[in-house]
Structure formats: C-alpha cells, structure tokens
C-alpha cells in the first residue's frame, strides 16, 4: 500500500509538471527559447489567486482573474523585454529570461513576504480509497490538470490560433509568408501558455504551500518533463510529466526524500545524451 501511495502522490504531481512543461515547450515550440522564468510565472499565478482567496472567493473562481492577470504580466514581459532581443543569439535570451525570474521572484518576496501561505487554514479530512489517503486538495489537482490538458488538445487542434502556432512551430519563415500574423500568434502563445502556467502554480500552492521560491523549485523537473517527452511536444511534456512525477516519489523507496530533485535532473541528462528528441518525436505543436 505505501508502494500504491507513493504512485497516487505521483500522479497528482506529475500533473501539475504537466501543465508547467505544456508551457515551457509551447513557448520553445514558437519563440525557439528556453523561459527559465517559467517557474516563477507560476508563483505569480499562485499569490494573485491567493489575493482573491483573501477575499473570500472559492479557489476555483479566484484561478479566473489570476489567470487573466497572469497573461497580462506575460505579454507585458514580452513586449518589454523579449520582443527587442528575439533577432539575437538564443542565450541572449535565455540569460534574459534567467533575470526576468529573478526580478519576479524578489517582487513576490516584496508584495507578499517570505513567509508561507495557505490557501485554506484549517485540516481537510482525508478520504480512505482501497487503503489509500485522497486529500480533497489531490482530487482537485487531478480534476483541474485533466480539465486544462483537454483543453489545450482543443485550442491546438481545433482552432485558428492554435493552428497558426503549429504552423509557426514547423517553420516561422513559410508562416509569415503564408499570411500568418506572426506578432498576434506570438502574444497568444504567451497568453495560453501564461494560463497553463498561473494554473500549474495554483495546483501547486494547494498540493504543498506557498512560498516565494515555489516556481522556482518546480522549474528543474518541469524543464526534465518538456526534454523527456519532446521539447515542442505538448503532448509530449503531458507524458513526460506524469513519469517525472511518478520517478520523483518513487524515488524515495530507494534514496532520502531530499534528493527527489536530483532524481529529475539524472532523468534529463539521461534524456539528452540516449534520446534528445524525446519520447514523442513524431508529433509537435
């Protein structure tokens, strides 16, 4: 049964990676480079919907307007920072982004405090399923990545946008030129991907706590979970994810708790070196 446990807490963890590694590979699928600031997006996203928590608002209704707010900080980081830089060499802008996490982290340190939040005080009872403890919180978690991954499979599939960004995904030049309005897809990458993000925090805040360095603590296996399942590939970071998640805590079986994140990072190393176009080649953005 522990055995069994450590697979739900997995899966409940591997999908709020999901949902970050949807983001990081949507972003390097159109804007070929790597968001290192990806993770502390997320901690953005998380403290707004906190903000409305405070205010006495269902979890679920204060992740609307931190969503919004979330793609607003997004487009404006864009057109402040990466917009100018975009023609420049890639580590131009990885190194950029590298700052942009630092400026967002140290601005939720100065609004917010160090301290850890909560976002409902108090002892949830757990559920007993078959032998296993199923916090309220994890069901949620799992119900709210479900919903967002369904999601994202209809934007890409389904609609203009999301058919422009595959196309710029295979090849910018042709997309302009075939009458794609690159500038437009290119804000709406950042709108969608600042949504799966402003989500993934919330799920994380309500599946551990809140603190500052939340994101950033999450960026390395979110990063491992892209380069596993196919940077560029969102279905591909869905999969990779969830055997991140899974590896993570089934880790400790085997090592101490605090060298889960290790875990990660020999997965993604073992990833670049044996397979570097990931699990799931064959279908991108």
Do not use: C
Not at 27 to 43: C, E, N, Q, S, Y
Not at 120 to 131: F, L
Not at 199 to 227: D, E, S, Y
Not at 257 to 268: E, N, R
């Amino acid at each position: 049964m522990d055995i069994l446990q450590l697979i739900y807490d997995g899966v409940v963890l591997g999908s709020i990676l999901a949902l970050g590694a949807i983001g990081v590979t949507m972003i390097f699928g159109v804007l070929r480079f790597a968001h290192f600031a990806h993770g502390d997006l997320m901690t953005v996203g998380a403290y707004i919907a906190f903000v409305f928590v405070q205010l006495g608002w269902p979890i679920w209704l204060a992740a609307l307007p931190a969503i919004a707010l979330t793609a607003v900080v997004a487009v404006v980081l864009d057109q402040l920072f990466y917009r100018r830089l975009r023609r420049v060499a890639p580590v131009i802008l990885l190194i950029s982004s590298f700052a942009t996490a630092l400026m967002l982290r140290a601005l939720v340190q100065i609004v917010w405090g160090p301290d850890n939040q909560v976002y409902e005080k108090g002892i949830s009872i757990p559920y007993r399923v078959a032998g296993l403890v199923v916090t309220p919180d994890s069901l949620k978690v799992l119900a709210g990545a479900a919903i967002m991954v369904v999601l994202v499979h209809l934007f890409l599939a389904h609609t203009r946008m999301g058919k422009s960004m595959r196309a710029m995904s295979d090849n910018i030049d042709l997309a302009r030129i075939s009458g794609i309005p690159v500038s437009r897809v290119i804000i709406w990458t950042w709108v969608f991907a600042a949504a799966l993000t402003a989500v993934a925090g919330i799920l994380l805040g309500m599946n551990t706590r809140l603190i500052p360095t939340m994101g950033w603590n999450a960026l390395l296996p979110i990063f491992a979970a892209a380069i596993l399942g196919g940077v560029g590939r969102p279905y591909g970071a869905v999969l990779g994810g969830l055997i991140i998640g899974l590896a993570m805590n089934l880790s400790v079986v085997f090592i101490p708790s605090a060298y889960k994140l290790a875990v990660a990072f020999v997965i993604m190393i073992a990833v670049l070196i044996l397979r570097p176009q990931g699990l799931l080649k064959g279908i991108k953005l």
